[in-house]
């Protein structure tokens, strides 16, 4: 028993030793690392370069072998961070860069007062190179093309959109070689599916933009937002008076029936406002047919708000008196 104890104190104690031991070496080597990273060194980084404030008329062509090698002088503290993130350095397309026929092109020296903005004081630009770089670009061609909505909705029986839907914004500005904006006429948004609709409808729905794998087209919108007023509805029936229009100047007719029932299906918020005056029923003499002893009904004029308008014949008889 007692042997036992002897040996479990032993044990312990040579294992507080290990861990002192351990913590020691881990404190060693934080101070000699933050020793090391408060020296100051020179080292080349390279940077990928960031193209901003294009003009809109322009297109920049990629070229990913483009990059800038710039050689700094700071503590490790500063130049650690470049070696976590790939570095990037913006260059601004509408200051410090000159453009020809073919090229903007952009040179150190007037170029850079801007890139040393872009790094804090305790960092020092020692080089850079190279000291000239060219970026081919085209004339951009910007066309604006209109949204069209992919949506399947379904109504609870008695309610249904008192008007469109809205789409914001209704189009969208398509910007990059005319030899690919030409041929879209067009941007569908997703489909979407609303089932069981009794309220207005409000969302965001993305758009299909199309294949853009160089990067060469950019598009104000990938996203609209969609409106819809929802209202519960009920169907109406008037009696309108049907007229014959353009009959010769040498016939008289009669015909029959005189007045036809339309049936149509509003809003009940507006189904007090609908008048058998808003509605006209014509039938066109010149649209006979030949042979034919009836006239086709149509509907010339119809009651805002009103959707699904059916009349009660799609014949009119008619002779022609002696």
Same mark, same amino acid.
């Given at each position: ?174 910007? *990059?070689?005319?030899? $690919?904006?030409? +041929? @879209? &006429? ?7 599916? =609303? %089932? ?94 030949? *042979?034919?002893?009836? $006239?086709?009904? +149509? @509907? &010339? ?7 699904? =308008? %059916? ?12």
């Amino acid at each position: 028993m007692l042997k036992q104890i002897k040996t479990h104190i032993l044990s312990s104690f040579k294992s507080k030793k290990i861990n002192v031991f351990l913590l020691f070496v881990l404190l060693s080597f934080v101070v000699l690392i933050v020793l090391k990273l408060s020296n100051t060194y020179t080292n080349t980084i390279t940077f990928e370069i960031n193209k901003i404030q294009i003009p809109e008329k322009h297109l920049v062509l990629n070229n990913h072998s483009q990059k800038l090698h710039i050689t700094l002088r700071s503590q490790g503290f500063n130049l650690l961070k470049y070696y976590f993130n790939k570095p990037q350095i913006n260059i601004d397309f509408s200051q410090h860069i000159t453009r020809n026929k073919d090229f903007y092109v952009w040179n150190k020296h007037q170029g850079f007062s801007e890139l040393n903005l872009q790094f804090s004081k305790n960092e020092e630009i020692i080089s850079i190179t190279p000291d000239t770089l060219k970026f081919r670009y085209d004339v951009n061609a910007i066309k604006k093309v209109p949204v069209k909505l992919q949506a399947k909705l379904q109504f609870i029986k008695g309610f249904d959109l008192l008007d469109s839907i809205k789409i914001v914004p209704d189009s969208i500005k398509i910007i *990059g070689p005319e030899i $690919l904006v030409s +041929e @879209i &006429a067009f941007i569908e948004t997703d489909s979407i599916e =609303i %089932k069981e609709v009794k309220s207005d409808i409000n969302s965001v729905i993305k758009l299909k933009l199309p294949t853009n794998k160089n990067g060469n087209l950019s598009f104000s919108n990938t996203k609209v937002a969609i409106h819809g007023d929802v209202d519960k509805f009920t169907e109406g029936h008037l009696k309108v008076p049907v007229n014959v229009i353009n009959i010769p100047e040498n016939l008289t007719i009669k015909y029959f029936p005189k007045k036809l029932y339309v049936t149509y299906y509003t809003s009940l918020s507006n189904y007090a406002k609908v008048q058998a005056s808003d509605f006209e029923i014509v039938c066109d003499y010149n649209k006979l047919k030949n *042979g034919s002893d009836f $006239l086709i009904p +149509e @509907i &010339a004029k119809k009651a805002e708000k009103v959707k699904h =308008i %059916k009349l009660s014949h799609e014949h009119i008889e008619f002779i022609i008196l002696e």
